[in-house]
DNA sequence: TAATTTCCGTTGCATATGCAACGTATGGGG
DNA sequence: CCCCATACGTTGCATATGCAACGGAAATTA
């Protein structure tokens, strides 16, 4: 269990929770590593007693099935990442997805509402797990919005100046640093690639912006805040 | 104070919570109830000391300023709503958003966090108010995968086959029962109204689906399910 | 250096869709 | 019963964009 207290140390539930306090923690937590084998669940869509889980080792797929019966791939969970947090934390009562383990893994899995409603003790590291949680799950929410507001826009035009505006990294320079190739900045746009690149192109030749690999200069702008407001 | 309690029972973040319970968490809280004037602003962009607030009366808006001094409308939130919660809990340092009255307003505004950090009292209450912050942060949480997987979706004919499969109401006839109209339901795929209607027709002429108002029939499941997966 | 892979821009084509304008049905209120 | 508002469907048009296929530059590997 000492070398998993290790690795939790990398893993942004137990931020500021260290050494004894850690291991305390994992056992008001009932918490427990299992291995899973290739294609083994870890819960079943249905089920109502799924838990928060961190994936120690190996790579976890979440996946929903229709009334059907067909499944579609929602995400891939690997480590040290953890996944059913926000289930847990909104009380659905059955979950609405399987967690299948899509390599050999070690999967820790623990109660971690309990802990949360049964807080007598009142622990300084339980308050410090409560507030990691809570700021994984407001993060991700500031994140999903962000998000939203790119996808939401019709044009590519559009998304991609909102993009860029929000990731000005120099204000002097207006320069956008971007932390994504171009498949991937397509992928998180929502538009397909060559497109992307197209209107990159037509943008550059219009003189709104210039760029080279990641860094985009923007030279115009006004013109692109008119898009995005 | 005793009318905001009263007030306060329909919020989500007081669940469980009543009578002196919730006069006292107030108190802990250091929750007070501030007017604003049309136009005043409860906290400004670059902020640090923002709160959690909740709307009593009247309504906010979420404006976002660009570097050049542009305002864009983020969100408009009514009574008896909150606001603010994803910034405190994520701990985020300074506010990327202004918060102002569009009405005169009241708002009351409270120290979330602080409660949270030094939660020594460990009231039941206190654990409660926890318990539904996480709640209402991860329940928000899923609403935006929800509509994150309908808008990365490229045509208008895969989100409406997913929008579709996951309003199913009754499984064996099929039926989607929605709770927007066509103008809602457009805005929320992100999609234009009248080529929304065009594709709805499209999909009625091909046997897809059949529609009247806002209960959808699911004529050809197969085919649906095979645009969303 | 040569070979290979990865990343990105370019282009032709078919089609989807935003936009605007208008038509139709439905329901509520006078 | 008529008027009016609201919600929806329809359609023409210009254009944006997905898709596929290709080419070149740059990085990586042998």
């Given at each position: ?14 931020t ?43 790579k976890?797929n ?59 003790s ?44 929000n ?12 932390p ?6 397509a ?16 943008m ?26």
């Open positions: 269990m000492k070398e998993i207290a290790k690795f939790l140390r990398n893993c942004k539930l137990f500021n929770i260290e050494g004894e306090e850690l291991l305390h923690l994992l056992t008001c937590l009932n918490a427990k590593v299992y291995k899973f084998n290739r294609g083994n669940f870890i819960w079943m869509q249905g089920d109502s007693d799924y838990k928060v889980g961190i994936v120690v080792e190996g976890v979440i996946i929903k099935e229709d009334i059907m019966g067909n499944r579609s791939l929602i995400a891939a969970i690997p480590a040290p990442h953890i996944f059913g947090e926000s289930l847990v934390s909104s009380e659905t009562p059955v979950s609405p997805v399987s967690v299948q383990a899509a390599m050999d893994s070690k999967i820790m899995l623990f109660d971690f509402l309990r802990l949360v409603k049964s807080c007598g009142a622990c300084n590291y339980h308050t410090r797990l409560i507030q990691n949680m809570m700021k994984i799950l407001a993060s991700k929410n500031i994140y999903l919005n962000e998000k939203i507001d790119y996808l939401s826009r019709t044009t590519t035009r559009q998304k991609v100046a909102a993009y860029l505006i990731h000005i990294t120099d204000a002097d320079s207006l320069l956008s640093v971007i994504l190739n171009r498949e991937e900045l992928d998180y746009l929502g538009v397909n690639r060559s497109a992307l690149s197209r209107e990159l192109s037509i550059r030749d219009e003189g709104l912006i210039s760029f080279k690999k990641n860094i985009f200069s923007i030279l115009n702008y006004d013109a692109l805040s008119e898009l995005v407001f």
